[in-house]
């Protein structure tokens, strides 16, 4: 059975294999049991293995990772891979309107794939950079946005 979903389709309860869609992670154990990873290109083995670590992570409720191939639409040079933070916060302008957020950052190969502490250490800089962020925006003196990201 094939039904739409936000980001491809599900057959059968298996997102598609696209690799700029997440695969569940309990679906990727089962594929890299199968593949060696050193007759994979860097590349797709890199993007596997960011895959497996990330699914280890959460955050807030209301907060999301992603991880997604390299692409020309992700112009990070040299990054091998793609880390997207999605986040839901009220906007800062309207409060009573919760907006979605998103937040890109790269991913390089021999730094942030070095070791399962290297990519937990980059990941928590990432969300502290996405806090930062926030806070800027909602820090106000007299009313105004004292320190504004977007100025």
Avoid at 46 to 51: A, E, P, R, S, V
Avoid at 67 to 87: N, Q, R
Avoid at 89 to 95: A, E, F, G, I
Wanted: hydrophobic letters at 40%.
């Amino acid at each position: 059975m094939e039904e739409e979903e936000e980001n491809g389709y599900v057959i059968d309860g298996l997102r598609s294999a696209s690799v700029d869609v997440p695969i569940p992670f309990e679906n990727l154990v089962t594929a890299l049991d199968l593949i060696d990873p050193r007759l994979l290109p860097r590349h797709t083995s890199g993007y596997l293995w960011y895959q497996r670590e990330l699914a280890r992570f959460t955050y807030k409720p209301g907060w999301k990772f992603q991880v997604f191939s390299y692409t020309p639409e992700h112009p990070l040079v040299g990054a091998m891979c793609t880390l997207m933070i999605k986040l839901r916060v009220p906007d800062t302008y309207h409060p009573e309107n919760i907006i979605d957020v998103q937040s890109v950052h790269g991913l390089y190969a021999g730094v942030h794939d070095a070791s399962e502490e290297a990519f937990a250490r980059y990941l928590a800089e990432c969300i502290a950079y996405v806090e930062l962020h926030e806070a800027r925006e909602w820090l106000r003196r007299d009313g105004e946005i004292y320190d504004n990201p977007h100025a």
